[in-house]
């Protein structure tokens, strides 16, 4: 009997555009660009995934980065936010409101939304050990407020 053979098949992203998260940018202050958003299950939870666009000038211009949120899945698209999390924390800190329920909070950073986020680098896996420096990546660690265009 002969092995299977397995190959990896990539998932199409919104827009046509490839994710690339095996870089990391240095730590900071970025002026961001929403670009799509997806609710998942990583890690046997609810995950609201955040994707924005670096807008600041430079080596690091349009790159993308995510900010992740702890939800609970309401359905296949939907999902539910404890009213204390930090999704709705930032959400009041761009919006200036309480979001609405489910994915209707999401389509709000559609709406040519810019926001002042903080960047950090992953330098530990969900084992706490330490990431080689060539598989650390950044990731968006708060959304603080939104900037004019």
Not at 9 to 38: C, K, M, N, T, W
Not at 59 to 77: D, I, M, Q, T, W
Not at 113 to 124: A, D
Request: proline share 6%; glycine share 8%.
């Amino acid at each position: 009997m002969s092995k299977p053979t397995l190959k990896l098949v990539e998932a199409p992203v919104p827009g046509g555009i490839e994710l690339d998260q095996s870089f990391a940018i240095p730590d900071g202050l970025y002026r961001l660009a929403f670009h799509h958003y997806q609710v998942v299950s990583r890690f046997n939870r609810g995950s609201l995934e955040l994707w924005f666009r670096v807008m600041n000038f430079g080596p690091h211009f349009e790159k993308l980065l995510c900010r992740y949120y702890k939800v609970s899945r309401a359905g296949k698209r939907s999902f539910k936010a404890s009213r204390h999390s930090a999704f709705v924390r930032e959400f009041i800190a761009v919006f200036g409101k309480r979001p609405p329920a489910g994915v209707r909070a999401a389509e709000w950073f559609r709406q040519d939304v810019y926001v002042e986020g903080l960047v950090g680098t992953v330098t530990k896996g969900y084992d706490q050990k330490a990431i080689p420096e060539g598989a650390r990546y950044s990731v968006i660690r708060e959304l603080q407020r939104r900037i004019e265009p």
